[in-house]
């Protein structure tokens, strides 16, 4: 059964860091594009940042300079550097990722910026 596990959430102050991982576990043959979505309470879910099996990168406009996604084949493993946060990046944060057709996700990880 393929699972795909979030760490690194928690609570910081505006302007602070936080990074955030997922390590893929179980069966899988292939992993395609990985990415995190997040959502805040009472909106919906958003694309944050993706990356495909080749390293190409792409983020929604409100984070660019301020995210870095980034991945390591050899560890089944996607990252969310997160710097200069803001009070409204405050959302439960998923992994996502695509083995041919088939989506998966995590759980999901709560990041919570105080101002």
């Known amino acids: 059964q393929v699972q795909l596990v979030e760490s690194g959430g928690g609570l910081v102050q505006a302007g602070g860091s936080l990074s955030v991982s997922c390590v893929v576990s179980?069966?899988?043959?292939?992993?395609?594009?990985m990415a995190w979505y997040r959502q805040a309470p009472g909106k919906q879910r958003e694309l944050v940042a993706g990356?495909?099996?080749?390293?190409?990168?792409n983020y929604v406009d409100s984070v660019k300079g301020r995210f870095t996604i980034s991945r390591n084949n050899a560890k089944n493993t996607v990252y969310l550097q997160m710097n200069s946060l803001k009070p409204e990046d405050t959302a439960v944060y998923y992994c996502?990722?695509?083995?041919?057709?088939?989506?998966?996700w995590g759980q999901g990880t709560q990041v919570t910026i105080s101002s």
């Open positions: 996502n990722m695509m083995s041919g057709t088939i989506e998966y």
């Open positions: 990356i495909t099996a080749g390293g190409a990168t």
């Open positions: 179980g069966s899988i043959f292939r992993i395609n594009a």
